[in-house]
């Protein structure tokens, strides 16, 4: 960076930052809370996972529900240590808050994220057995994979690098969900249920892109923290899903 450069401009012309050190008040602020999130997501996203292990058909079936669980542990571990380089205090991070609570299935919550508990609202809401599980790991897995796409490319270079092997774990775990619907739907009974599962969860992961007009949006993409509005994903991710959905003959 040319130091006559302001860094906002630098920034805004797509230049990446790589220190803690060189990183301004502002930016810093808006990366600790994207970075919240996803930790927090994930953690909630393993542990409310963690249940469904125990419901799995079969050895093949808990194999995969491990896995999951497992790794997302692992993602929120690599993001924390990013955060740790900016005093985040990672000793006591990951259990300060009950991550596995959940709220009523029929609750109406807000998306805004509170302090202390930075999760997606969608991990708020309680599964209901192996058949939903495996609908809502789909449904928020494509959504995840869309999501990442755009986290991957944040003009923090060590977050960045961080984002782009998790992306591609990620992207195993919607397989290994789209695998296990697959199953599921053999039977006209399964195919049911999980029909009534994909109508729950798909306004609640649809949800998770947040506000179309979003007023914090063009701050971020400013900072190179964004690129895509909210309104791009979101139908990408509507189209993907519809995609493997009606070759499943799902809705």
Do not use: C
């Amino acid at each position: 960076m040319s130091d006559a450069m302001p860094i906002e401009d630098y920034l805004a012309q797509g230049g990446v930052l790589t220190s803690p050190d060189n990183v301004p008040p502002r930016y810093r602020g808006e990366l600790l809370r994207l970075m919240a999130s996803f930790v927090d997501s994930e953690l909630a996203g393993s542990a409310g996972f963690a249940n469904a292990i125990n419901e799995a058909p079969g050895i093949k079936e808990r194999i995969a529900a491990s896995r999951i669980v497992l790794e997302k542990a692992d993602h929120a571990e690599r993001v924390l240590a990013i955060m740790g380089s900016f005093g985040a205090d990672t000793a006591r991070y990951a259990v300060h808050h009950p991550w596995a609570a959940r709220g009523a299935r029929d609750a109406q919550l807000s998306a805004e994220r509170h302090e202390g508990d930075m999760r997606l609202s969608v991990f708020q809401y309680p599964l209901q057995g192996w058949t939903d599980a495996v609908v809502m790991n789909v449904v928020m897995g494509l959504a995840v994979g869309v999501q990442l796409g755009e986290l991957s490319r944040v003009s923090y270079a060590p977050l960045a690098e961080v984002f782009r092997p998790i992306a591609s774990r990620e992207a195993r775990h919607a397989e290994l969900g789209l695998e296990g619907l697959a199953n599921i739907v053999a039977s006209a009974e399964g195919r049911a249920a999980a029909q009534v599962s994909i109508n729950y969860w798909r306004p609640r992961v649809a949800a998770s892109f947040g506000r179309a007009d979003s007023a914090r949006f063009a701050r971020l993409r400013a900072f190179g923290l964004r690129h895509r509005t909210n309104e791009a994903l979101l139908a990408d991710w509507q189209q993907v899903l519809g995609a493997h959905l009606a070759a499943l003959d799902l809705k």
